[in-house]
């Protein structure tokens, strides 16, 4: 399911393309209260095929201190954030920061450094945001928390089961640590590079987190943190 802003262009074209599959909108003004009024007809669409949802109370017109207000709950309802395009100064970031602060995932799509509209996205890149060029990277880092595969990763006739995988053995502990280092790794490549179920990944790497032998990083990432640290 995808959240978004019922905003124009992106935030559209997301509603827009995932009405089939669930989509929720997200409002700065009162349920009965869309903006900007071009997106009337979806927003109707929503309310029938998806859901909409607000703080404001019915009848409140949105102001435009609303609107980063509401990117919070954008950023509280989702497992990860993608910002597809924002100048440096963007409500976008603001989502990203908020994203960030919740412990979420913060993805971002690389642009032209001599486009003004992919400054944003470039810099939260060289922050630590992870870099996407297509849908499989996001789905690949959202699997271990969300105990899913992408579907390329099975068969249609055998869907994985991973409720049922096997717990991890002390050899796929080593096998994790020896993978990780003090630089930031994304957690997808740890499974490609341990050849581990996603699920035991999450789990080695929780029973590490609260052992505290690693450092979570935005964008999903994690670090070995050394002894004395």
């Known amino acids: 399911m995808l959240v978004s802003g019922l905003a124009r262009g992106i935030d559209a074209a997301v509603h827009q393309a995932s009405l089939g599959t669930g ?4 409002l700065a003004g009162g349920l009965d209260r869309p903006y900007p009024p071009e997106n009337d007809a979806l927003h109707a669409a929503l309310c029938d095929k998806g859901a909409v949802i607000s703080e404001m109370p019915f009848g409140w017109a949105p102001r435009s201190r609303d609107f980063p207000r509401r990117n919070r709950i954008v950023a509280g309802c989702s497992y990860g954030l993608l910002v597809v395009e924002a100048a440096i100064r963007s409500g976008s970031l603001i989502s990203a920061r908020l994203a960030n602060e919740m412990g979420r995932l913060v993805f971002a799509i690389p642009g032209s450094p001599l486009d003004p509209r992919a400054a944003g996205t470039n810099g939260l890149i060289k922050q630590g945001a992870s870099l996407v060029t ?26 994985p089961d991973l409720a049922g995988a096997p717990a991890p053995e002390e050899t796929d502990r080593m096998l994790v640590l020896n993978a990780l280092t003090v630089a930031p790794v994304e957690v997808d490549e740890l499974i490609r590079f341990t050849g581990l179920m996603p699920a035991q990944i999450a789990l080695i790497l929780l029973e590490l987190d609260l052992a505290g032998r690693i450092e979570r990083h935005p964008g999903g990432k994690v670090s070995l943190l050394m002894q004395g640290d």
């Open 23 to 26: 989509t929720v909108g997200v």
């Open 134 to 159: 297509e849908a499989r990277d996001i789905l690949e880092a959202l699997a271990p928390l969300i105990g899913k595969l992408p579907p390329s990763y099975h068969t249609a006739e055998e869907p």
